[in-house]
């Protein structure tokens, strides 16, 4: 079974400044991780996904992930935060052919002036 | 890039009652899904469809609710009679592969808001 936390609910950062949203999971099985982005009335929108190779996968937007298996995380970054990443970012992990996703709880975030 | 298309964005309907939310998903796409987020909280995996039939659901996904591809196109989530709990976001998603897998990419709507009053 998969399971996905994500740290802080709510991340504030000012425009300009380094994102670092923390996402860690459990798996049974190698898993594949992803992230998505969701803007105000709008749907899911996949940022980036890791399912094998390099570890350092980077998405649309500016945005990367790094996956540490030791660590069992797969943290959100991006150097310079731009006011229109202000959303809600979801961390997702799946275990494969015919294991759905298991979504985290979601971090808004907040981009201030 | 194709879109999957949800319809309508909100609606708004009486304890008891009877809703269907509409998806058309991406034209190729062979694997159809349902989610839902609470306000608030975690998106929640419904139940996904393939070869017209249900090939997994969570246990959120019991008797009251049904899915349908009534045509080559539509893709329909009904539920029959409606509790204050269900009020949520309900999206619609689809891919080529069944989800998980390398190299597929799951396509999720702008989401239908459901109002139960």
């Known amino acids: 079974a998969q399971s996905v936390t994500q740290l802080g609910s709510h991340v504030s950062v000012s425009e300009g400044a380094l994102v670092l949203l923390r996402c860690n999971y459990s798996s049974s099985v190698p898993p594949y991780l992803f992230w998505y982005v969701q803007y105000p009335n709008q749907g899911l929108q996949l940022l980036l996904k890791?399912?094998?190779?390099?570890?350092l996968v980077k998405g649309i937007n500016g945005f990367e992930a790094e996956f540490k298996k030791s660590e069992t995380s797969f943290h959100l970054t991006k150097p310079s935060a731009h006011m229109s990443d202000a959303a809600e970012y979801f961390c997702a992990v799946s275990g494969g052919y015919g294991q759905n996703f298991v979504f985290g709880p979601g971090t808004r975030l907040s981009v201030l002036p | 890039e194709p879109e999957v298309t949800q319809t309508p964005s909100h609606q708004v309907t009486q304890m008891g009652q009877e809703v269907i939310l509409r998806c058309v998903p991406i034209?190729?796409?062979?694997?159809f899904y349902w989610y839902r987020q609470i306000l608030g909280q975690k998106v929640e995996f419904l139940v996904s469809f393939y070869n017209n039939e249900i090939s997994e659901k969570s246990e959120i996904f019991d008797d009251q609710f049904s899915v349908e591809r009534p045509d080559g196109s539509n893709f329909t989530l009904k539920i029959r009679s409606t509790k204050l709990e269900d009020s949520a976001m309900y999206f619609c998603?689809?891919?080529?592969?069944?989800?998980?897998?390398?190299?597929?990419?799951?396509?999720f709507g702008s989401g239908t808001q459901l109002s139960v009053l």
């Open positions: 890791y399912t094998t190779g390099a570890t």
């Open positions: 034209s190729n796409h062979l694997y």
């Open positions: 998603a689809s891919s080529e592969a069944r989800t998980g897998g390398a190299g597929e990419k799951l396509f």
